[in-house]
């Protein structure tokens, strides 16, 4: 099993690295891979591209200037893993899930933003996988100050379309968020069953 940190802060910048600490036989995590991210809040692993590789979606939240910036899919490849990235638009993205949630084969991103630099009130969005090309396509849903995104199971909410559905936490209002809760790094621990970052 291989571990990825979402890293959002240093005490100084905003703009550093997250992690990727590789398992192995010889000595578990004592090996990391670098990733720039941009005060990184949150990743989730999944092979987007069906190429047998899991691919990083990583949320970014501030880069020292703005929210208004992209958060990043990192591809997975035989010939080196994460060296390429794609960028996709998001506004203080605070999280994101991945599900194939039209039951078309191909996986979906969601982005739960936060804040536009203004306001909370703004909308999270979908990036719609495709055969023609993933993730050109986005669907906005209204939200305000998401923090976070969970995409639940069919059955969870008596939901019997055979859809799944999103649920995104809110926060109401700047006045109701606490800074406090930020520590460095936000990171999420993540176990990839049955396969490992590095294998096809």
Same mark, same amino acid.
């Given at each position: 099993?291989? #571990? ?20 192995? %036989? ?6 990391? @891979?670098?990733?720039? @991210? ?34 990043? #899919?990192? $591809? ?53 996988? %495709? ?5 050109? @396509? ?29 649920? #995104? ?9 606490? $800074? ?21």
């Amino acid at each position: 099993m291989d #571990i990825v940190f979402s890293n959002n802060w240093n005490d100084t910048s905003v703009n550093i690295n997250s992690y990727i600490y590789w398992g192995a %036989a010889t000595g578990p995590y004592s090996t990391k @891979t670098e990733l720039a @991210t941009s005060g990184a809040r949150g990743n989730s692993i999944a092979d987007l591209n069906t190429d047998g590789y899991p691919d990083i979606v990583f949320s970014n939240y501030h880069n020292g200037s703005t929210r208004n910036i992209n958060s990043y #899919i990192y $591809w997975g490849a035989s010939s080196g893993p994460y060296s390429t990235k794609t960028e996709l638009a998001t506004i203080g993205a605070t999280g994101n899930s991945i599900a194939d949630l039209n039951n078309d084969g191909y996986l979906d991103i969601v982005f739960s933003n936060n804040w536009n630099d203004t306001s909370g009130n703004i909308n999270s969005y979908i990036y719609w996988g %495709a055969a023609t090309g993933p993730y050109s @396509t986005k669907t906005e849903l209204a939200t305000s100050g998401a923090y976070g995104v969970s995409i639940a199971g069919s059955n969870i909410f008596g939901n019997e379309s055979g859809y799944t559905g999103n649920v #995104i936490p809110l926060w109401a209002t700047q006045g109701g968020y606490s $800074w406090g809760l930020l520590t460095s790094p936000e990171y999420q621990l993540v176990a990839v069953k049955n396969e490992q970052l590095n294998s096809g």
